[in-house]
């Protein structure tokens, strides 16, 4: 592999670890024209920009050097965050930045063909909103509530995604978006990833860098976790890591869950069963959103469910932080709130080892509701910036 090609000057310079000519030099051992041939080629393609307005000291009294950065408005991506009830789009520059955003209700369970077109005019709209066009366009990330083979871009018997399992997810959107926009849009790179994974990774890239071992728990209308680890997405061997919901607790034995089981803890603790549960007590509540509601007021058995269902999360947590001794824990979704997080700590401390969880801070989302946007656009920069991805890209140029 070229150690030294644009593709890997560019994530130097991206990471930040070397963003002047001279230091580039430094960390390649490559020579000043080399360098700057490259960096030629980065410039010709847009993807970075000398900003004469922040010089840095030069060490010898020599000329100023001049910051290189990676340019974030070159290109945008389109990404949306697909909920079983409720969807969010949004059009977002390469740093992340949200341009253009657009929500509404979207059934997840009327299947792919008519969720991803609705999709494709929704992504439509924001160009249009942004007065973007369409060849500004890189990627596409989507983010869905199931488990994800991301080498094929489907969903694998997904639990609350029904007509969804194996789907071609990325054909089916570049059909029906090229069918809103025309057939510039044939070639645009689509990716699919789970939502907690990519909620954990924006949560992680936002507010903890250098945390190396990540967990985020994603209560919403199922459970699911997402975890990080040295930087990037863990996934298990075909996807299917972190998807606990479906783990069957012992003593729930005539609890149904929507993947077909009984006792499922998805099945006692997710915002579905707490709304089935609320609205056995008296109180009608339609979802896990409903619930939500119910706690921002805090409806007093809204506010004792959520900390039982934090209990039986806690329990099932002891175990996945016993094996991977993470720094952080991110509780989110619609339940993520004090009373959840208090039933989590309670059985989470109480069942795991101290050592395990001396240095463990359980704590609340930063992104809120947008972490799943963010994370499915870093997912698809991070993918079409990679050294080797980038050099391919730019042998493609005319
Ligand atoms: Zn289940």
Not at 185 to 203: K, Q, R, T, W
Not at 332 to 338: E, H, I, N, V, Y
Request: glycine share 12%.
């Amino acid at each position: 592999m070229n150690q030294s090609s644009a593709g890997h000057l560019l994530r130097l310079i991206r990471t930040g670890r070397a963003t002047t000519r001279g230091e580039l030099q430094r960390v390649t051992g490559l020579s000043r024209s080399t360098v700057g041939g490259r960096l030629d080629q980065l410039f010709r393609a847009g993807w970075v920009r000398e900003s004469a307005g922040d010089p840095v000291e030069a060490p010898t009294g020599g000329r100023p050097a001049v910051r290189l950065r990676f340019d974030t408005q070159h290109a945008v991506v389109l990404c949306a965050d697909l909920e079983t009830r409720h969807a969010r789009a949004a059009l977002l520059d390469l740093g992340g930045t949200v341009l253009a955003e657009y929500s509404g209700a979207l059934l997840i369970n009327q299947g792919p063909d008519e969720v991803i077109e609705r999709l494709a005019q929704w992504f439509a709209l924001l160009l249009e909103k942004a007065d973007v066009p369409l060849d500004a366009v890189c990627g596409i990330g989507l983010s869905v509530p199931g488990p994800v083979d991301a080498r094929l871009g489907q969903v694998v018997q997904p639990p609350m995604m029904p007509g969804w399992d194996r789907h071609p997810i990325v054909e089916t959107m570049r059909r029906a978006f090229t069918a809103q926009v025309g057939a510039g849009a044939a070639g645009i790179p689509v990716l699919v990833e789970n939502d907690a994974n990519l909620m954990a990774y924006a949560e992680q890239r936002e507010g903890y860098p250098d945390c190396s071992a990540f967990l985020l728990l994603k209560v919403s209308t199922g459970i699911g976790a997402g975890m990080v680890v040295d930087g990037e997405m863990y996934r298990g061997f075909d996807g299917a890591a972190g998807d606990i919901g479906h783990i069957r607790l012992g003593d729930h034995p005539d609890a149904l869950c929507r993947c077909g089981s009984y006792g499922c803890l998805a099945a006692v603790a997710s915002g579905r069963a707490l709304a089935e549960q609320l609205t056995a007590a008296g109180v009608p509540t339609a979802s896990g959103s409903g619930v939500r509601e119910q706690l921002t007021v805090g409806q007093p058995d809204a506010v004792r469910l959520a900390r039982d269902a934090g209990r039986l999360v806690g329990g099932v947590l002891a175990t996945v932080v016993t094996l991977l001794n993470p720094g952080v824990l991110v509780i989110a979704g619609d339940l993520a709130g004090p009373p959840f997080l208090t039933g989590v700590r309670e059985s989470l401390y109480q069942r795991a080892m101290p050592r395990t969880t001396a240095y463990l801070q359980v704590v609340t989302s930063r992104l809120g509701e947008r972490a799943g946007l963010t994370g499915a656009a870093a997912m698809v920069v991070e993918s079409l910036y990679a050294p080797d991805r980038a050099d391919r890209r730019l042998s493609e140029m005319p």
